[in-house]
T-cell receptor, first 116, second 117 residues
Framework: AQKVTQAQTEISVVEKEDVTLDCVYETRDTTYYLFWYKQPPSGELVFLIRRNSFDEQNEISGRYSWNFQKSTSSFNFTITASQVVDSAVYFCALSDLDTGRRALTFGSGTRLQVQP | ETGVTQTPRHLVMGMTNKKSLKCEQHLGHNAMYWYKQSAKKPLELMFVYNFKEQTENNSVPSRFSPECPNSSHLFLHLHTLQPEDSALYLC????????????????FGPGTRLTVL
């Protein structure tokens, strides 16, 4: 069975600090996708990134970067120079392609509070 | 309207009421999803529709009844709910949900906050 673990339930940082959100996943599939979503107080989940299991290159997008390590089944998310607008709940998610199931398995989320 | 919209945004209902949640996507997608987000629990998939056909029911109680009249609209009909059904119900859409195809990210609506008294 698939499982996504986000061990950090809540993180609080001061503006301009760097912060890393951890994500560890379990799957028996060889082909899968990993995602990060942001859920601001408004409730809507905002897509941030998708990573294919065959692509282990790290990715940077502005202040966001992602570190995918297949050897440790981790897909960590770092925000550099955090801002108050980054305050939200962040979800890591996994989908498998081998079984054909299209739904996402979500972690329990990490609530990030960025203090001014 | 753009993206995925959901109405109502908030709903309070008694256990004997019948109500419906509506989701509409304006993205030209073919797959739609219902998720349930309870306090302190991960998002749980409820149903998947692909090209108007239900392709997944994640052991959801029959008091939740989905309906997908076309690829743009998805409903969740509610009846005789329990207080533990209180949660945020999120709708999502993606290009398609075909096995073996390349995966497309899901776009979410803002959710309906449901409270069952």
């Amino acid at each position: 069975a698939q499982k996504v673990t986000q061990a950090q339930t809540e993180i609080s940082v001061v503006e301009k600090e760097d912060v890393t959100l951890d994500c560890v996943y379990e799957t028996r599939d060889t082909t899968y996708y990993l995602f990060w979503y942001k859920q601001p107080p408004s409730g809507e989940l905002v897509f941030l990134i998708r990573r294919n299991s065959f692509d282990e290159q790290n990715e940077i997008s502005g202040r966001y970067s992602w570190n995918f390590q297949k050897s440790t089944s981790s897909f960590n998310f770092t925000i550099t120079a955090s801002q108050v607008v980054d305050s939200a709940v962040y979800f890591c998610a996994l989908s498998d392609l081998d079984t054909g199931r299209r739904a996402l398995t979500f972690g329990s989320g990490t609530r990030l509070q960025v203090q001014p | 309207e753009t993206g995925v919209t959901q109405t109502p945004r908030h709903l309070v209902m008694g256990m004997t009421n019948k109500k419906s949640l509506k989701c509409e996507q304006h993205l030209g997608h073919n797959a739609m999803y219902w998720y349930k987000q309870s306090a302190k629990k991960p998002l749980e998939l409820m149903f998947v529709y692909n090209f108007k056909e239900q392709t997944e029911n994640n052991s959801v109680p029959s008091r939740f009844s989905p309906e997908c009249p076309n690829s743009s609209h998805l409903f969740l009909h509610l009846h005789t709910l329990q207080p533990e059904d209180s949660a945020l119900y999120l709708c999502a859409s993606s290009q398609d949900a075909l096995p073996g195809g390349s995966y497309n990210e899901q776009f979410f609506g803002p959710g309906t906050r449901l409270t069952v008294l």
